[in-house]
Antibody, heavy 121, light 107 residues
């Protein structure tokens, strides 16, 4: 059974770096059938796609965040990670990791439960 | 970026009602359109992918249709567990974008 689980600090100070890890079980992140994605959702608001990474290490980011974001893979631990630099209060949100199943089209078919990250001093 | 506009933003319905939610893209995206259901405090759940394909395990009362820029999610007979927020998503181009959501509430 495929499962994803986010982990990382729930509180980050302004101007610092938000770091989250997604631990994947039930499927190898080295599979060539999937991207591995991050999405966030501020309280009471909609979903924002942050970016995704492929097993090759190739990544794509939302241009609105691209200058501050890095997504990376750790195949030895079957994990992928998000780093968001220079955070402000506007980055406070629930952060989700998800599997992006691709073929003729793509879709987010498995999600982690989400983790709330608050940016505050 | 491709803008995704959902309507209505909220609706009130009763158990057994037929419910239709619309999603319009700012350019043609066929068939790169997915639908998700999200309940409070939970992650979104994939319902429909590629505009009209039902995700495994999703009840058949959910269906998707549309092409070009206009897409529809239909719930044929609303059940108590269907009260939630629904989002469309385009995967035609980066950045992937979501609609603003449609909240389905009990009348």
């Amino acid at each position: 059974q495929v499962q994803l689980q986010e982990s990382g600090p729930g509180l980050v100070k302004p101007s610092q770096t938000l770091s989250l890890t997604c631990t994947v079980s039930g499927v190898s992140i080295s599979s060539d059938s999937y991207y591995w994605s991050w999405i966030r959702q501020p309280a009471g608001k909609g979903l924002e796609w942050i970016g995704r990474i492929y097993t090759s290490g190739s990544s794509s980011y939302n241009p609105s965040l691209e200058s501050r974001v890095t997504i990376s893979l750790d195949t030895s631990k079957n994990q992928f990670s998000l780093k968001l630099r220079s955070v402000t209060a506007a980055d406070t949100a629930v952060y989700y990791c998800a599997r992006d199943r691709w073929g003729d089209t793509s879709n987010l078919d498995y999600w982690g439960q989400g983790t709330l990250v608050t940016v505050s001093s | 970026d491709i803008q995704m506009t959902q309507s209505p933003s909220s609706l009130s319905a009763s158990v057994g009602d037929r419910v239709t939610i619309t999603c319009r893209a700012s350019q043609s995206i066929s068939p790169y359109l997915n639908w998700y259901q999200q309940k409070p405090g939970k992650a979104p759940n994939l319902l429909i992918y590629a505009a009209s394909s039902l995700q495994s395990g999703v009840p058949s009362r959910f269906s998707g249709s549309g092409s070009g820029t206009d897409f529809t999610l239909t719930i044929s007979s609303l059940q108590p567990e269907d009260f939630a927020t629904y989002y469309c998503q385009q995967t035609y181009s980066i950045p992937l974008t979501f609609g603003g959501g449609t909240k389905v509430e009990l009348k």
